[in-house]
């Protein structure tokens, strides 16, 4: 699918408020309602538009504690990453799980409501898994940068 200047516009706008109206975002892209909403809604069939969703502060939410965890399996093998994924999935204190290469398998990110809830997370649940050798934690300071805006061209 090839994106105009205007599906870029439209795109740039929902990205900073998911909120505006059909007739919000029609008025700033100099559009009539009926085209813009066509748009919108060509953009949610092709995928390009994922989901809406809203951002909650995780810190006023009691979870102020976020680590980085370097994770490494024990074994390079389909039913080690099937068991893993699997359980990383069900942790409601895991909010990102990415594979990456180098010298850990997996990168996640765990949010906590303090360094006793995270010690639990990380023996009770995250160490318990038999496909896991090795974690490596590291522990946010302060976030310098965290958004959820895509740079469009």
């Known amino acids: 699918m090839t994106l ?5 516009k439209i795109l ?3 990205q900073e408020n998911a909120q505006l109206t059909i007739k919000e975002i029609a008025q700033q892209i100099s559009l009539s309602m009926t085209p813009t909403h066509d748009r919108i809604k060509r ?20 979870n102020p504690l976020m680590v980085y965890c370097s994770i490494t399996l024990d074994k390079q093998r389909q039913n080690h990453f099937v068991e893993f ?4 999935r069900g942790f409601p204190e895991v909010i990102d ?12 990110k765990v ?10 997370f990380y023996q009770q649940k995250l160490s318990s898994l038999q496909s896991v050798a090795h974690i490596s934690s590291s522990f946010v300071m302060s976030v310098v940068k965290s958004t959820t805006v ?4």
């Open 85 to 88: 994924e699997e359980a990383i």
């Open 43 to 62: 953009l949610e069939q092709e995928g390009i538009i994922e989901k809406y969703v809203t951002i909650l502060d995780r810190k006023k939410l009691g």
């Open 111 to 120: 949010i906590a409501k303090d360094m006793e809830a995270y010690n639990a």
């Open 12 to 14: 740039r706008l929902i």
């Open 150 to 153: 895509i740079p469009l061209a």
């Open 97 to 108: 799980c990415c594979i990456v290469s180098g010298n850990y398998d997996y990168l996640i």
């Open 4 to 8: 105009d200047s205007t599906d870029l």
